[in-house]
């Protein structure tokens, strides 16, 4: 195996290993977690996943990884998206319940 196969072998591994954190850090995150650290931090490792997965492409010219990695990192920077636009809406709402009771 060439020097570039493996690189991107391993760029593909850590692609995917991305997805694997944030999974981890979901489900360990306690009983009382900040919403807006974690989707922060599953947009930032995401976005790392994706650059990963394309280099990983570009390296070792292996759809399969630039796939995988793609859908897993997306998957989880719209869930990502997702619960920052459910915390924005929640508190626009909170603001807009304030202002109408004063």
Same mark, same amino acid.
């Given at each position: 195996?060439?020097?570039?196969?493996?690189?991107?072998? =391993?760029? /593909?591994?850590?692609?995917?290993?991305?997805?694997?954190?944030?999974?981890?850090?979901?489900?360990?995150? /306690?009983?009382?977690?900040?919403?807006?650290?974690?989707?922060? =931090?599953?947009?930032?490792?995401?976005?790392?996943?994706?650059?990963?997965?394309? +280099?990983?492409?570009?390296?070792?010219? *292996?759809?399969? +990884?630039?796939?995988?990695?793609?859908? /897993?990192?997306?998957?989880?920077?719209? +869930? /990502?998206?997702?619960?920052?636009?459910?915390?924005?809406?929640?508190?626009?709402?909170?603001?807009?319940? *304030?202002?109408?009771?004063?």
């Amino acid at each position: 195996m060439n020097s570039k196969k493996k690189t991107g072998m =391993i760029l /593909g591994i850590a692609s995917l290993l991305m997805v694997f954190i944030c999974f981890i850090i979901f489900l360990f995150r /306690g009983p009382n977690p900040n919403i807006h650290i974690d989707a922060t =931090i599953f947009i930032v490792l995401s976005a790392i996943g994706i650059v990963l997965a394309i +280099f990983s492409w570009i390296k070792s010219k *292996r759809l399969t +990884f630039l796939i995988v990695g793609l859908l /897993g990192n997306g998957v989880v920077m719209g +869930f /990502g998206f997702l619960l920052l636009l459910a915390m924005g809406l929640s508190e626009a709402m909170n603001e807009v319940d *304030r202002n109408l009771f004063l």
